[in-house]
């Protein structure tokens, strides 16, 4: 199940960690680092799924670790309890759908967390996922350079909002400053 830890250290949207897991020494690698440069900004999708392209650093590709900054709060504070049974789903697609624009849009999905709940409001919060319990114990494949994370708030009632807090730019890996 994820894991909901107060901000205690500055964590941003799409925060990753890479480890190759393929052996007993194998030592952790950051192949994506978008945690520094916080945009003071946060972005409220509603129920939308809404996603960014992430462009990985390095080769490796067992992802061990992935977490996101996010907000909820219920008539806009952070303290009580939100008036629907609010949850999250986090998906990653691989970028090989159809072109818009030029450019290949997520086709592909390969990691689907399911739902799970948004226990509390909060003003700032990071989920975190990780190797072992809720990606495979040696790490989740991922099958590009990029790929496309995305997540999908649903069950508010009203007064709940909730969203991410945006940080750009990555200082490890890349990122089009789209959403």
């Avoid at 480890?19 to 192949?31: D, E, H, Q, Y």
């Amino acid at each position: 199940m994820k894991t909901r830890f107060v901000r205690n250290i500055e964590l941003g949207v799409g925060a990753l960690l890479m480890g190759c897991c393929l052996s007993v020494s194998a030592v952790p690698v950051t192949i994506y680092d978008n945690s520094v440069n916080d945009l003071h900004t946060r972005f409220n999708p509603g129920t939308l799924q809404v996603g960014d392209e992430i462009l990985l650093a390095g080769t490796a590709r067992q992802l061990t670790y992935f977490s996101f900054e996010y907000y909820g709060l219920a008539n806009g504070l952070d303290t009580g309890s939100f008036a629907g049974t609010v949850q999250a789903e986090v998906r990653f697609y691989v970028n090989n759908g159809a072109l818009f624009n030029g450019y290949p849009q997520p086709g592909t999905k390969f990691y689907d967390s399911g739902l799970f709940s948004v226990p509390a409001p909060t003003d700032r919060s990071t989920f975190i996922f990780t190797a072992g319990a809720d990606f495979p114990a040696a790490g989740l494949f991922i099958p590009a350079n990029d790929f496309t994370w995305s997540v999908q708030f649903t069950g508010m009632g009203a007064g709940d909002d909730l969203g991410v807090d945006l940080y750009s730019p990555p200082v490890m890996g890349g990122e089009y400053p789209d959403y």
